[in-house]
C-alpha cells in the first residue's frame, strides 16, 4: 500500500471535459465544486440535505460486472467530489443552453409552463433528462418516479409532469387533463376559461424539437479504459483535514479497516454526508469500498437471494422486481413488501446513491426497510482480515446490542434475503399577446440553468462570506459575546454585533442583531465574516454567548393568552345582535380548533449580496426580495445615511409566497452593517436549516366558536375569537388577525355575527406574511363549525354549507357591498364537473365495503377579497424607453417572483405598443428606475403595475399619434425615428394611485377590496384507517378568474396555490420544543407535498368571463386565493374519518385539528389499536374538543 502524502490525482468528466483535480478535498461535495469550482451555477442549493432535488445531475458510470453505462441522477449536495473517480458528471449546463442549443426536455418544461420561479427547473430538468437517457419511451409511472425526488413549490406539478410525458409516444400533450385527453380540444368539458379573446391552447406540441439521442455526450472512451484497468490501485486524497482512501481490492479494504475501525465506509454518503454537514460529525479518514467487486455480486439460489452491500436502493429494486416477476408469489411476500417500500423510499436521485450496506449499517429509526429484512429472517455476511461471519439480521441487530453486532473493523460484504415460506395473506380489494397563454419571459433559462439567481452572481472581488450566530434561548439577558475562539481562526475576517451598526438597530422591537436581550431561539446574535462561508461557519460555532435566562418563555397561543402577552389590541368586527339571536335558535354548538403552521419553503433560500462602493457611502444591494423599498430603507436607516445612496437590485426571485417581504429587508441590512465595517462585498446565503430557523412563516390560529342554529341546518347567530400566534415581534401580525376577521365569513350570509380577534407574543421567532394572509387560517374555522353543525343536524355538509351561502346582492361582515353570482355559478359547476352526487354515492358503497379503508367527499366554497385595506397600497409606477432602433425597455415596481408579473408585463406593453413581444425587454427591478414602490404583495401586483405600464405605453403613442397619422404604413421603427428627429421624448413614466380602499374599525365598516375572486373545490380522498396515511384521489376546481391575460400564467397559480394549500391542511407541520426550538428544519423533518401528492385527477376550470371593469383588462388577480382551496382535501378527509367513526360507534360531533396528518387521522380512527397506545382516556380526549398535545409543539 503506497501512503505518500501526496494525493493522488482525481480524474473525472463533467459536461463531456476532462477534471483533473490535484488537490481534492474528501470535505468538498459535488455542489459546491459545481458552483464556486467551476462556475456552473445552474445546479442550485436548496436545502443541502438530498431532500429537495434542486441539485439534482447525472452521473454515468460503467458498471463493473455488466460492463454496460449506467445513467443515474444524484443530488450533487451530498455526492463528495472524491468518490467521483472515473465518473462521468451531466449537469443542466451539459444538457443544453441559449447560446448553442437547447435541449428537447428544456423547451418542453418551458414552453408547457413547468415553471414559475425557476429555482427548481434544473434539478426537474435533470431527472426528467436521466430517465430519457435509460428509456427513451418511459411510462408514466417511471416519470414520476424519476421526478418523486424533486420539490417545486411553485406549480402544482402537473405541467413538469405534462412535459415529461410529451416524450412518451402514447402520450397526448395535454397540458390540462390527466386522463390522457388532448389540451388542445377546445371541447374539453372542463376547460372553461374560454372567450372570443383568451387563447385555451397552451401550447404548440407541433414545435416541439423531437428527441434526439444522437446528440447527447458519449461516455468518454478514457474513462471506459480506466473502468477497465485492474482495480488494486489504492486512490489516496489528502483534503484540508480529512483524508480519503479508495482501495481496490477486499483485502486492502479489509486491513484499511483494520488500522482505522473508527473511519465510516462512504457508499451513497446519505447518511455520513448528511451527519458532517448538519450535525458537524468530523472524520479524519474516510474509507470508500466503491471499487470493492465483492460487495457488488448478486446470487440467486432456490433459498434466497444474497445482495451485495455496495448496490445502490435502486439497483436493488430492479433485482427484487425481476425476482419477484419469475418466482411464484408465495415465494416473494419479503421481496414485495421491499419493493412496495423501495418504490417510496426517498426520491429517485437517493435511492441512486443510498447502498443497501449503508441502509442497514445506520439503523435509522426511520428505515423502512430494516423492520421488514428483520421479519423476513436476512442474514448479514460480515468480513474482517480475520474472516468472514454471518450475523442473523434480527431484533438484537437491530438494537445495536454488542454481540449482535458488527465488529467496528468488519465490513458488511452482502445481505442473504431467504424466499417467503408463509401462505400470501388476502388483500382488500383495492398576436395581441394578452389572453393568450405567452410561456414564462424566463422559461427556456430556467431549465437551461441560465436564469441568474442570487447566489448564481459571479463572485466580486475581494468577497466575503457571512454565517450568523444565533440566539439559543427563547427570553434571555444577553450578558457578552466572547469571539475570541472565532476570531483567531482560519480566514476569519471580523465578528459583527450591534456595537457594529452607525445607524438604527433596527427598531425597539425588532432588532437587526440583538440587543441587551434575546427573545427567540434562533435570534441573530452576531455574524461571523470570512473569507469562505466554510471558514464563516466554523468560526460561528466558536462564539461564546452568555445569557441570563428570563421569565416568562411564552411559546404557545395559551401561554400568551395567559399571561396577557398580546401585539396590539383587540379587533372585532360585529352586525346583527349575536346575544339575541341565540335566545331563539333550536341547537347551540361550542368548540375550538386549532391551525398549524406553515414554513414558506420558497427553493431559494433567503438571499443578498451587499457591494459597497468607494465614494460617498454608495451600495448595491442584490437581494431575492419581495419589497425592494424596504429593502433600501432598512438598508439606509442601518447606516444612517439617505436612501438615495442605496441601490436595490431584484433580478428574479427563486418563490416567496409572503417570506420575502419584509425579512430580506433585516438580513440586507444584517449583511450591509457587515460590508459597511469591512468595506468588502458581502455575501449572505442562508442555508436551509437556519433560514427555517431565524425567519418564521405563517401564523398558527386558535380558533373558538359558539354558533346557534335551526334543526335544518340554518345557522343563525356565530360567535368567534381568534388568537394567532404572532411570534417575537408585530411584522405583519395585526394586518393578518385584521385580515383573518374580516374574511372570516367566506362564502356564507351568517344574520348575527361577531367576531373578536387578537395577536399573540411570543418567545418564537416572528411570524409574518404568507399567502392568503389570515384567509387561509380564518375560512377553515368556519368551515369546520360549518361541518360540526351539520353532523349536530345529521345532514351531509354541502346541503348545510349551500344553505347558508351568500345568493344574492348583500353586503360583507364589514358592510361592503357585493354580488356573488359567480360564487353560486363556481359552487354549482364544481357540484357539475365533479358529479358530485354519483361520487358521493360511490364512496359510501364503498365505505360499507371496506372496513379499513374509508373514502371521504368533501366540496367547499370560497369568497377571496382580493387587495389591501389603503389606496396608497396599490399604488403603482413604470418606467417604458424606446430606443432609436425600435426596441423597448420596460421597468415596473413589481418583482419577479415566478408568478409570471414580467411575462404578463411585456403582453401588456406589446398591446398597448401594438409590436410584437419580442420588441420588449424588461432587464431587472431596482430601486433607482422605479423609486418607492410598494411590495409585490397582496395578488394585485400584476393589476396596479400593469395599469402603469399601460399609463407609460399610452402615454408614448399618444406622443407618437401624430407621426402615425402622417405615415400610416410606416414600420414601428419609422414611427420611432420620426419621432426622435423631432425631438419628442421616446421615454415615459407611467402611474397608478390605486384603488380606493378604507376600513373604519371603530364602526367597524369599509370599502376595502376592489373586488372578489369566487371559487369552489371539490376533493375526493382515501384513507388507510391502520396506518393513517390517505391518497388524493380526485380534485376538481372552478375559478372566477374573469379575463385571463395569461391563461398559463394564471392556470399556473391556481393549481401552484391549492398545492400549497395542500400541504398546509395535510402534511407540513411545525415541530417545536416546549422551550420553543424548532425541530423541523429541512425537507427530510418538514414535508411538503411532492409530486406523489397531487391528487391523481386534477381538474381546473375558469368561469366562462364576465367584465371585472375595475381591473387591467377585466382580469383578476389569482395569486393567493387557491391556497384555501387546499382545505377541500382536509375535509374529504374529515369526511372519511368521520365515516370510520360512525361505524365504530363513536361521537359524530368531532374535531381535527389541522394539519391532518397521518398520526391525527391514525388516531382519529379510534379502535383496539389506538386504545393500546393511549388507553382508555384516549377516546374521550380525540372524541372532545381537540386540545390535543400537538397544539403546544405547534407553537400553537
Ligand atoms: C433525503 C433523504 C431521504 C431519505 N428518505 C428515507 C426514507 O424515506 N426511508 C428510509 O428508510 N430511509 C430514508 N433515507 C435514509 C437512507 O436510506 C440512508 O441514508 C441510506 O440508505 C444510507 O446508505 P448510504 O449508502 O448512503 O450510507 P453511507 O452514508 O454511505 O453510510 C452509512 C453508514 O453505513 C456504514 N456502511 C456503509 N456500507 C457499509 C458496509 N458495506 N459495511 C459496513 N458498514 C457500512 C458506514 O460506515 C456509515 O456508518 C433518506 C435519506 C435521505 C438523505
Ligand atoms: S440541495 Fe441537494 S437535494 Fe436539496
Ligand atoms: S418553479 Fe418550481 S420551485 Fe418555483
Redesign the pocket.
Known amino acids: 500500500m503506497s501512503h505518500s502524502k501526496e494525493s493522488d490525482e482525481l480524474v473525472f468528466f463533467v459536461n463531456g471535459r476532462k477534471v483533473i483535480e490535484k488537490n481534492p478535498d474528501p470535505e468538498v461535495n459535488l455542489l459546491f465544486y459545481l458552483r464556486k469550482k467551476l462556475r456552473l451555477p445552474g445546479t442550485k442549493y436548496g436545502c443541502g440535505g438530498g431532500g429537495c432535488g434542486?441539485c439534482t445531475v447525472m452521473i454515468s458510470r460503467q458498471d463493473f460486472i455488466t460492463k454496460k453505462i449506467r445513467h443515474f441522477s444524484v443530488t450533487a449536495c451530498l455526492v463528495p467530489i472524491c468518490s467521483l473517480y472515473g465518473a462521468a458528471v451531466t449537469t443542466v449546463e451539459g444538457v443544453g443552453s441559449i447560446k448553442t442549443r437547447i435541449h428537447p426536455v428544456q423547451e418542453r418544461i418551458a414552453k408547457g409552463h413547468?415553471?414559475?420561479?425557476?429555482?427548481?427547473?434544473p434539478g426537474?430538468v435533470m431527472s426528467i433528462y436521466t430517465l430519457l437517457r435509460n428509456h427513451r419511451e418511459s411510462s408514466t409511472e417511471q416519470l414520476m418516479e424519476a421526478l418523486g425526488g424533486n420539490?417545486?413549490?411553485?406549480?402544482g406539478y402537473r405541467p413538469?409532469v405534462e412535459s415529461g410525458k410529451s416524450f412518451s409516444p402514447s402520450s397526448s400533450c395535454c397540458q390540462m387533463n390527466r386522463e390522457g385527453k388532448c389540451c388542445l380540444d377546445q371541447k374539453e368539458k372542463n376547460i372553461t376559461f374560454f372567450s372570443l379573446k383568451v387563447c385555451t391552447k397552451l401550447y404548440e406540441k407541433e414545435e416541439f424539437q423531437p428527441l434526439d439521442p444522437t446528440q447527447e455526450f458519449i461516455f468518454p472512451p478514457e474513462l471506459m479504459r480506466m473502468a477497465d484497468e485492474p482495480q488494486k490501485q489504492i486512490l489516496i486524497f489528502h483534503g484540508e483535514r480529512t483524508t480519503w482512501i479508495s482501495p481496490g481490492t477486499l483485502s486492502e479494504l479489509l486491513s484499511l479497516k483494520m488500522k482505522y475501525p473508527k473511519a465510516p465506509l462512504v457508499m451513497g454518503n446519505t447518511c455520513v454526508g448528511l451527519e458532517m454537514t448538519f450535525k458537524d460529525v468530523f472524520h479524519p479518514v474516510i474509507l470508500s469500498p466503491a471499487r470493492i467487486l465483492e460487495l457488488f455480486m448478486v446470487t440467486n439460489t432456490k433459498e434466497g437471494l444474497t445482495i451485495g452491500a455496495g448496490l445502490s436502493l435502486a439497483q436493488v429494486k430492479d433485482i427484487l422486481t425481476d425476482v419477484v416477476r419469475k418466482l411464484p408469489e408465495e415465494k416473494t411476500q419479503t421481496y414485495r413488501a421491499l419493493l412496495k417500500h423501495l418504490r417510496s423510499l426517498a426520491g429517485q436521485q437517493i435511492r441512486n446513491m443510498a447502498s443497501l450496506g449503508g441502509h442497514i449499517i445506520s439503523r435509522l429509526s426511520t428505515s423502512d426497510l430494516n423492520p421488514i429484512l428483520g421479519v423476513g429472517n436476512c442474514v448479514l455476511n460480515v468480513a474482517s482480515i480475520e474472516g468472514t461471519q454471518q450475523i442473523p439480521f434480527n431484533d438484537h441487530f437491530l438494537a445495536g446490542m454488542t454481540d449482535a453486532n458488527l465488529k467496528p473493523e468488519q465490513v458488511l460484504l452482502s445481505v442473504f434475503i431467504p424466499v417467503s415460506k408463509e401462505s400470501v395473506a388476502p388483500q382488500q380489494p383495492p398576436h395581441d399577446p394578452v389572453g393568450r397563454p405567452i410561456m414564462h419571459q424566463s422559461g427556456i433559462k430556467?431549465a437551461t440553468g441560465e436564469a441568474v439567481f442570487c447566489d448564481d452572481m459571479p463572485a466580486f472581488s475581494e468577497e466575503l462570506f457571512l454565517a450568523v450566530v444565533t440566539s439559543t434561548r427563547p427570553h434571555a439577558k444577553l450578558i457578552s459575546i466572547d469571539a475570541s475562539e472565532a476570531l483567531g481562526l482560519p480566514g476569519v475576517v471580523d465578528v459583527i454585533t450591534a456595537q457594529d451598526v452607525p445607524g438604527d438597530n433596527g427598531s425597539q422591537e425588532e432588532r437587526l442583531y440583538a440587543q441587551d436581550k434575546v427573545v427567540c431561539v434562533g435570534q441573530i446574535v452576531c455574524t461571523v465574516v470570512a473569507d469562505s462561508y466554510t471558514h464563516a461557519k466554523q468560526a460561528s460555532k466558536k462564539v461564546k454567548i452568555e445569557y441570563q435566562d428570563v421569565e416568562p418563555v411564552i411559546v404557545s397561543i395559551q401561554d400568551a393568552i395567559k399571561h396577557k402577552s398580546f401585539i396590539g389590541p383587540e379587533k372585532k368586527l360585529e352586525h346583527g345582535n349575536t346575544e339575541e339571536a341565540f335566545q331563539c335558535v333550536d341547537q347551540i354548538i361550542e368548540g375550538e380548533v386549532h391551525f398549524g403552521g406553515q414554513e414558506h419553503f420558497?427553493?431559494?433560500t433567503q438571499s443578498v449580496l451587499v457591494v459597497p462602493k468607494v465614494e460617498d457611502k454608495e451600495m448595491d444591494i442584490y437581494v431575492s426580495t419581495q419589497d425592494a423599498a424596504f429593502t433600501q430603507e432598512m438598508v439606509a436607516y442601518a447606516l444612517g445615511i439617505p436612501k438615495n445612496r442605496i441601490n436595490c437590485h431584484v433580478k428574479r426571485v427563486?418563490?416567496a409566497f409572503g417570506g420575502k417581504l419584509t425579512k430580506p429587508a433585516l438580513l440586507a441590512a444584517v449583511a450591509a452593517v457587515a460590508a459597511n465595517k469591512t468595506g468588502h462585498p458581502i455575501r449572505f446565503i442562508l442555508e436551509r436549516a437556519d433560514d427555517m430557523l431565524i425567519t418564521g412563516g405563517r401564523h398558527p390560529l386558535l380558533g373558538k366558536y359558539k354558533i346557534g342554529f335551526m334543526n335544518n341546518g340554518k345557522i343563525e347567530a356565530a360567535d368567534i375569537e381568534y388568537h394567532i400566534n404572532g411570534g417575537c415581534t408585530p411584522d405583519e401580525s395585526e394586518l393578518v388577525i385584521e385580515y383573518a376577521l374580516l374574511k372570516l365569513e367566506n362564502a356564507y350570509k351568517i344574520p348575527h355575527l361577531r367576531v373578536r380577534g387578537r395577536a399573540c407574543k411570543t418567545n418564537l421567532p416572528s411570524n409574518t406574511a404568507f399567502r392568503g394572509f389570515g384567509f387561509p387560517q380564518g375560512a377553515f374555522v368556519t368551515e369546520t363549525w360549518m361541518t360540526a353543525v351539520a353532523a349536530k343536524c345529521h345532514l351531509p355538509p354541502e346541503k348545510v354549507r349551500e344553505l347558508n351561502m351568500y345568493k344574492t346582492i348583500d353586503r360583507t361582515i364589514h358592510k361592503q357591498e357585493f354580488d356573488p353570482k359567480n360564487l353560486v355559478r363556481c359552487w354549482e359547476k364544481c357540484m357539475e364537473n365533479s358529479s358530485y352526487y354519483l361520487r358521493r354515492q360511490a364512496a359510501e358503497e364503498f365505505n360499507q365495503q371496506n372496513y379499513w379503508k374509508k373514502r371521504g367527499i368533501a366540496i367547499i366554497p370560497m369568497k377571496f377579497s382580493v387587495g389591501y385595506p389603503k389606496t396608497f397600497y396599490y399604488q403603482a409606477a413604470a418606467l417604458v424607453h424606446i430606443y432609436t432602433d425600435g426596441s423597448v425597455l420596460v421597468a415596473h415596481g413589481g418583482v419577479e417572483l415566478?408568478q409570471g408579473i414580467n411575462t404578463k408585463m411585456i403582453q401588456v406593453a406589446s398591446h398597448e405598443l401594438k409590436i410584437p413581444m419580442s420588441y420588449i425587454h424588461l432587464g431587472e427591478m431596482n430601486t433607482v428606475t422605479v423609486p418607492n414602490t410598494i411590495a409585490t404583495a397582496a395578488s394585485t401586483s400584476a393589476d396596479v403595475n400593469g395599469k402603469a405600464v399601460q399609463n407609460a405605453c399610452q402615454t408614448l403613442m399618444g406622443r407618437l399619434e401624430p407621426i402615425i397619422r402622417q405615415n400610416p404604413h410606416g414600420s414601428w421603427e419609422d414611427w420611432v425615428n420620426e419621432a426622435f428627429t423631432q425631438s419628442i421624448s421616446l421615454s415615459a413614466t407611467g402611474y397608478f394611485r390605486g384603488y380606493d380602499a378604507h376600513m373604519d374599525w371603530e364602526k367597524g365598516e369599509g370599502d376595502i377590496f376592489p373586488y372578489f375572486v369566487f371559487g369552489a373545490a371539490c376533493s375526493e380522498v382515501e384513507i388507510d384507517c391502520l396506518t393513517g396515511a390517505h391518497k388524493n384521489i380526485r380534485t376538481d376546481i372552478v375559478m372566477d378568474g374573469s379575463f385571463s391575460i395569461n391563461p398559463a400564467v394564471d392556470i399556473g397559480q391556481i393549481e401552484?396555490a391549492f398545492t400549497q394549500g395542500l400541504g398546509l391542511y395535510t402534511l407540513e407541520e411545525l415541530k417545536y420544543s416546549p422551550e420553543g426550538v424548532l425541530y423541523t428544519r429541512g425537507p427530510k423533518q418538514y414535508k411538503i407535498p411532492s409530486i406523489t401528492d397531487i391528487p391523481e385527477e386534477l381538474h381546473v376550470s375558469l368561469l366562462t368571463p364576465i367584465q371585472n371593469p375595475i381591473a387591467i383588462y377585466s382580469s383578476k388577480g389569482l395569486g393567493e386565493s387557491g391556497m384555501f382551496l387546499g382545505s377541500a382535501v382536509f375535509f374529504a378527509i374529515a369526511d372519511a374519518v368521520a365515516a370510520a367513526r360512525k361505524q365504530r360507534g363513536l361521537d359524530p360531533s368531532w374535531t381535527m385539528n389541522s394539519p391532518a396528518t397521518p398520526e391525527r387521522i391514525r388516531m382519529a380512527c379510534v379502535d383496539q389499536f389506538t386504545d393500546l397506545v393511549c388507553g382508555s382516556s384516549f377516546q374521550s380526549k380525540f372524541s372532545a374538543v381537540p386540545n390535543d398535545a400537538q397544539c403546544l409543539e405547534q407553537g400553537g
Open positions: 434542486a413547468g415553471t414559475q420561479c425557476g429555482f427548481c427547473t426537474m420539490l417545486c413549490r411553485c406549480t413538469i430556467h420558497y427553493m431559494e427563486g418563490g415566478g401552484g
